[in-house]
């Protein structure tokens, strides 16, 4: 098993910037793929971002390519999300979650693992 915590979420500013991080217990970290997925107020959880065991492949969702990066650093036991040229649409409780498919997946069945998320807030 793994456990996640989010942190770096906060207040911003549209077209500011954020990073979050997921810190992940356990020796095994380096075995899962790590997604990110956000929750908007009276919407359904969505695919944000994932990245594969040894980062040698991501995906991201249409509305945050090439403003939102996914990384991961497995010595730390911890993948970010560096969140660049935020707009109020972007506000979201981002969780963080984890499981050891064979692949890269964007579907949240395909994770067993999530954290508690932290709340994004940005403002026009």
């Known amino acids: 098993q793994v456990q996640l915590v989010e942190s770096g979420g906060g207040l911003v500013q549209a077209g500011g910037s954020l990073r979050l991080s997921c810190a992940a217990s356990?020796?095994?970290?380096?075995?899962?793929?790590m997604g990110w997925f956000r929750q908007a107020p009276g919407k359904e959880r969505e695919f944000v971002a994932a990245?594969?065991?040894?980062?040698?492949?991501?995906l991201y969702a249409d509305s945050v390519k090439g403003r939102f990066t996914i990384s991961r650093d497995n010595a730390k036991n911890t993948v970010y999300l560096q969140m660049n040229s935020l707009n109020p649409e972007d506000t979201a409780v981002y969780y963080c979650?984890?499981?050891?498919?064979?692949?890269?997946?964007?579907?949240?069945?395909?994770?067993?693992?999530w954290g508690q998320g932290t709340q994004v807030t940005v403002s026009s």
């Open positions: 979650a984890a499981e050891r498919t064979p692949v890269v997946v964007t579907s949240q069945t395909g994770y067993s693992y």
């Open positions: 356990g020796r095994t970290f380096s075995s899962y793929n």
């Open positions: 990245v594969s065991r040894n980062s040698d492949s991501t």
